[in-house]
């Protein structure tokens, strides 16, 4: 049976679009989602809310200097772009100018809303241009927001062990939560689900990195119903593959984020100065509903989803968005190349750079990927050989830039990367040469960017999310911060090389000690290794490798625990909030900390570790590898 055309309907102060398997109700001219009919629901989007207040598009701006303001975006002039039977296109625009100076983000803003024929589901993209001349500003966030009707949607899924039926948003008003340490994580004591008392609810526990971020949603099971937030692409999106998004949470709420500062802070807030010309396209996303037959299992639903995911992904770059900011697959270019590692004290040979993430980024300095946030990235994964290729890239000049697992550090190709239409650019044999003077001594953890691979302690049983209990991800608990000064109360970490196992014995996250006062003080930590033979006239190298840091500090000292100048500082760093966030890595940092061979000793020594930032329980560092090299070898 051949479905239905797409109908349009344009009323006095809605626009609806209906192909016989949904109904997609826009207000107008603002362009503000107030409703989806599907399945024999009049609405999926939760009816006791204000219209304003169901799908919409949102950032947050601000002038330089001055706070954030959260903005609704809702458009003043709205069109339609393609009306036929195979498509209806809907522009929602919302121009800048002068006038609107400290009242909207200095932006022209024109929202897109597609329904297909015979598709079960609705997508949306938008276009953001700051034009030359235009007042400065940041840009903190920008994203889709859908609340979901609580009566239908309480059973949530971000990823195939992260699913589980969720608070309502009643069980996190007063009376019935513990508020905890920060807003957003409440201890439930009265829920309406008797089953879900004493649990922790947190929207961070559901962040993910963009690489996996691919769908996710809620699932009704009267009827059986499902909403999925499918993104195809990660170009649109900031800071990279690793960078970590909100996802869902409770509301029920989905989001599709497409700049954010979590887990990284200012350095992933756009900023623009001078009159900077800017223009870049969010999206499009697909919003993808579906549903079986009640008596069939409702959960099948997300397996669903996740094969309309990979429909997505591979019909990726789209066809049918007219507006010619977006870029179709024979207006893009590709790159292609091996990546190869030379590490001679690894080995005298090239090493195939196996499972690394290679990314062309706008040019900049080594590892600056991490923290671009105004233009596209385009990012794939090498395989075993090496080998990689970059499909569907826009035009432009970028780096290539490069990550192994394994090893330290990051790769960037020098040369520009000039992409033009269809073009296939061929990069040849790359090699890495990571951050390498002499040959290991000892080692602690492994190079992955992640402090995973560290001692995660139990939560403290009054603070449990269920869904994390014997999970992969157990630094997803609340309040694990803590468990730090009941593991040390008097003595800080002590790790003996040759000994400790890094796995039991180096905890996740190198925070502040809790004091019987209820404040805070700073903890110094101790790496003990013996060496049989010092040649004291040479200088041995300390890698640092840092996961994550919280407005902290990094001091080290090499066998004088009370010299007052340490023989390193890296100053405050970060603000990550990944401690506080259960992201257990955020922005990366390399620190080579050269020791001079008169400082060491044959027989035992000791490198301490001191983070002395102590006004927070969330300052901190998590480490992703350490290692001591000895002086260069012929």
Partial sequence: MSSKAVRLQIRDHHV??????????????????????????????????????????????????????????????????????????????????????????????????????GSSGFYSYAIYEHLKDWPDFDIGETRITFKLRKDKFQYMAVADNRQRVMPLPDDRLSGRCQTLAYPEAVLLTDPKNSALKGEVDDKYQYSCENNNLKVHGWISTNPPTGFWQITPSDEFRSGGPLKQSLTSHVGPTTLAIFLSAHYAGQDLVPKFRAGEPWKKVFGPVFLYLNSTSVGDD??????????????????????????????????????????????????????????????????????????????????????????????????????????????????????????????????????????????????????????????????????????????????????????????????????????????????????????????????????????????????????????????????VRVNDPRSKRPLFTSGLIGRDNSIARHGIHGIYWVYSVSVAGCHLVEGENTIFLTQPRCTSPFQGIMYDYIRLEGPPTK
């Fill in 16 to 117: 609806v679009v209906d192909n016989g398997i949904l109904q997609l109700t826009l207000s107008k001219p603002d362009g503000i989602i107030t409703g989806i009919r599907y399945n024999g629901v009049d609405n999926l989007l939760e009816v006791l809310n204000p219209e304003s207040n169901r799908g919409y598009w949102d950032l947050v701006w601000n002038s330089p200097g001055s706070m954030g303001i959260f903005d609704v975006i809702k458009g003043s002039r709205f069109s339609v772009i393609v009306e036929n039977e195979e498509q209806v296109e809907l522009s929602f625009v919302r121009m800048w100018d002068p006038s609107l100076e400290g009242k909207f983000v200095p932006l022209n803003i024109d929202k897109r809303f597609i329904v297909l024929r």
């Fill in 298 to 555: 409702p959960f099948w639903l997300w397996e669903d989803a996740k094969i309309q995911m990979m429909a997505e992904v591979e019909s990726w770059p789209y066809s049918f968005p007219a507006s010619e900011d977006f870029s179709k697959k024979d207006q893009r270019g590709m790159v292609s190349g091996r990546l190869l590692v030379f590490d001679r004290y690894v080995d005298q040979d090239y090493l195939p750079g196996s499972g690394a993430f290679v990314g062309l980024s706008a040019p900049g300095e080594v590892g600056s990927w991490q923290r671009e946030c105004k233009g596209y990235q385009f990012w794939t994964r090498a395989d075993d050989g090496g080998y990689f290729t970059i499909n569907h890239v826009l035009t432009g000049d970028y780096n290539l830039y490069a990550w192994v697992p394994g090893f330290i550090g990051d790769y960037r190709c020098d040369a520009l990367v000039n992409v033009s239409q269809g073009s296939c650019i061929e990069m040849g044999d790359l090699v890495y040469e990571p951050p390498r003077d002499g040959p290991t001594l000892w080692e602690i953890g492994i190079p992955d960017r992640s402090a995973s691979e560290f001692y995660v302690p139990d939560p403290n049983p009054i603070y449990i999310n269920k869904l994390f209990v014997n999970h992969p991800d157990r630094f997803r608990q609340y309040g694990l911060w803590d468990r730090y000064a009941e593991l040390y109360p008097d003595e800080d970490l002590v790790y003996t090389v040759g000994t400790s196992d890094y796995r039991k014995d180096w905890f996740f996250a190198h925070v502040p000690r809790k004091t019987n006062s209820n404040s805070h003080e700073g903890t110094t930590w101790q790496i003990k290794f013996q060496l049989d033979r010092v040649d004291r006239k040479s200088m041995y190298m300390l890698r640092v490798a840092i996961a994550s840091a919280t407005l902290a500090e990094l001091q």
